[in-house]
């Protein structure tokens, strides 16, 4: 860059002359006394540098509920594919509450980088170091190779492997009668050299598929984790620890009642003649059924409450289940406006590197033909980005059916829950109904 007939611009894309650039793949597998308190954490990792190097919020980890001590993310490699200037380049990371606030960040040079798993501390937003804080990453760095280089790249980097292996590809294909011509390969012209010569054709790589996108699955455990229900399950415990401090209460006074009158009865009595008395089986049956009114009416209220709260529970579950699958479709549709937005971002740059390779390209002449080139190749990109729209609408659309199948699915299991939770109270209440019993105070 200090040479005079060369320029430097920050807005390039290609690699900038006498730089190598790099590519960087980071994992976010864990996090380490984030917070003291039970809150949801997800991590951002983003990237400063030149505009052809710097993204922000493109990758986010997932979001771990209720636990801010050791959060386990296990992320997939968020990759930076291509990073045009590593010397001007930094990586943050930054961890957020799910409310979106700053829990800590780190802000690292991306030369100072080490490759491997990794322990980082760290800081406040001011940047001062925090003592427990800390995310457990897998950093990979490479060096970048353009598409549809890497199998030439291999080939330069150990000869013998890729032609050994090429040879021994060759010998199974001649074995099954397939010839190579047959399943389309890439011809590399080889250069030869005193000490051997690279392999004339290489076969093209696999193209992997990507990942499909998933939500988690809304199980009945990962609705109980929500703070409305959890508040409603503690309130129902204390209104229940309430009304059985009130039953306690009502059961002492008529206990004391009960042994006050039993005995200013037997006073006036011989202890001979109690046993014969009529009276004195009369009070016994009158305070038994009096015993036996009230355990079977605090047993009723306590009933009546609990089914209160199941009812209020079952449609506090549905509702938060429905908020659930709402966010999830919402994402849905943000995932397919980002990926248009990506599209129509890639297409804009097609159109202009198309127009700065044909300007550049020497062997056009004259101004029409570089024009036509122009209008050929941007139709061709036309077509090309065109049919990819239509293919994102497809895939998207199959998506949503997914999802609402799969949330159709969801529904359907917390209702069987609900069903089978309500039935299992009926019969309990059945079985204490049946084997109701006289009640008395001894």
């Known amino acids: 860059m200090r040479r005079e007939d060369k320029e430097f611009d920050p807005f390039a894309e290609t690699p900038v002359d006498g730089v190598i650039a790099a590519q960087c793949a980071v994992q976010v597998i864990a996090g380490q006394f984030l917070s003291d308190k039970k809150v949801g954490t997800y991590v951002e990792v983003d990237m400063y540098g030149l505009p052809t190097d710097t993204m922000r919020k493109e990758f986010r980890t997932k979001t771990i509920p209720s636990n801010g001590l050791n959060p386990i993310y296990n992320e997939d490699p968020f990759i930076f594919r291509k990073v045009v200037?590593?010397?001007?380049?930094?990586?943050?990371?930054?961890?957020?509450?799910?409310?979106?606030?700053?829990?800590?960040?780190?802000?690292?040079?991306?030369?100072d980088l080490q490759a491997g798993y990794r322990h980082i501390a760290l800081r406040t937003e001011g940047n001062f170091p925090m003592?427990?804080?800390?995310?457990?990453?897998?950093?990979?760095?490479?060096?970048?190779?353009?598409?549809?280089?890497?199998?030439?790249?291999?080939?330069?980097?150990?000869?013998?492997?890729?032609?050994?292996?090429?040879?021994?590809?060759?010998?199974?294909?001649?074995?099954?009668?397939?010839?190579?011509?047959?399943?389309?390969?890439?011809?590399?012209?080889?250069?030869?050299?005193?000490?051997?010569?690279?392999?004339?054709?290489?076969?093209?790589?696999?193209?992997?598929?990507?990942?499909?996108?998933?939500?988690?699955?809304?199980?009945?455990?990962?609705?109980?984790?929500?703070?409305?229900?959890?508040?409603?399950?503690?309130?129902?415990?204390?209104?229940?620890?309430?009304?059985?401090?009130?039953?306690?209460?009502?059961?002492?006074?008529?206990?004391?009642?009960?042994?006050?009158?039993?005995?200013?009865?037997?006073?006036?009595?011989?202890?001979?003649?109690?046993?014969?008395?009529?009276?004195?089986?009369?009070?016994?049956?009158?305070?038994?059924?009096?015993?036996?009114?009230?355990?079977?009416?605090?047993?009723?209220?306590?009933?009546?409450?609990?089914k209160t709260h199941l009812i209020s529970q079952d449609d506090m579950l549905k509702t938060i289940m429905e908020s659930m699958q709402a966010h999830q479709m919402k994402e849905l549709e943000a995932l397919f406006e980002r990926d248009n937005k990506e599209m129509k971002s890639n297409q804009a740059k097609a159109s202009v590197e198309t127009l700065r390779d044909v300007q550049n390209d020497k062997s056009l002449k004259t101004k029409a033909e570089k024009e036509r080139i122009i209008r050929e190749k941007n139709a061709n990109n036309t077509k090309r980005f065109i049919d990819e729209r239509k293919t994102q609408a497809m895939k998207q659309a199959n998506r949503r059916e997914k999802l609402r199948k799969d949330h159709g699915n969801q529904v359907e299991s917390l209702q069987k829950y609900l069903e089978t939770r309500a039935e299992m109270y009926k019969m309990e209440e059945i079985e204490i109904k049946l084997a109701s019993k006289p009640e008395f105070y001894c």
């Open 85 to 111: 200037l590593p010397e001007l380049a930094v990586l943050r990371f930054g961890v957020y509450e799910d409310n979106g606030k700053l829990l800590g960040q780190r802000i690292l040079p991306f030369n």
């Open 131 to 306: 003592s427990l804080p800390m995310l457990f990453c897998n950093i990979d760095l490479k060096i970048y190779i353009p598409d549809g280089l890497s199998g030439f790249m291999d080939a330069l980097s150990d000869p013998r492997a890729f032609l050994s292996a090429h040879e021994k590809r060759a010998e199974q294909l001649k074995a099954l009668g397939i010839a190579e011509s047959d399943i389309g390969t890439d011809i590399i012209e080889g250069v030869q050299k005193k000490g051997g010569a690279l392999p004339q054709t290489a076969t093209k790589k696999p193209v992997e598929k990507p990942e499909e996108f998933k939500f988690d699955q809304l199980t009945v455990d990962i609705l109980k984790q929500e703070k409305t229900y959890t508040k409603a399950v503690k309130k129902f415990q204390k209104e229940m620890e309430t009304l059985k401090k009130k039953q306690l209460k009502e059961k002492s006074i008529i206990q004391k009642n009960q042994i006050i009158a039993m005995e200013k009865f037997c006073k006036s009595k011989s202890k001979g003649g109690l046993i014969q008395d009529s009276a004195v089986k009369e009070i016994c049956n009158e305070q038994t059924d009096e015993y036996t009114e009230l355990v079977e009416r605090h047993r009723k209220e306590e009933w009546d409450l609990t």
